[in-house]
């Protein structure tokens, strides 16, 4: 699967278990570096997907015919 095909959902998916992995402690350096740069990877999916609905969003017409922005809150 590449990454165009994975959606956010997957690629959250893919980040929340290499965060569990790597919160396990008890991970070699190496692999603990591999994690890293997969979840990495995955962070960065995950932020185009978003970027690019909000950027979809933007387009979204309000009742008077004009472009409204919208910006994606994000959780604190």
Do not use: H, R, W
């Not at 992995?21 to 979840?39: M, R």
């Not at 933007?58 to 959780?75: A, D, S, V, Y």
């Amino acid at each position: 699967m590449t990454q165009e095909e994975l959606s956010f959902e997957e690629a959250m998916q893919q980040l929340e278990t290499i965060v569990e992995k790597l919160e396990e402690g008890d991970v070699p350096l190496e692999k603990a570096i591999q994690y890293y740069q997969e979840g990495m990877k995955y962070s960065k999916i995950c932020s185009d997907k978003l970027a690019n609905v909000e950027k979809q969003m933007t387009q979204i017409m309000n009742e008077q015919g004009e472009t409204k922005p919208f910006m994606i809150q994000e959780e604190e």
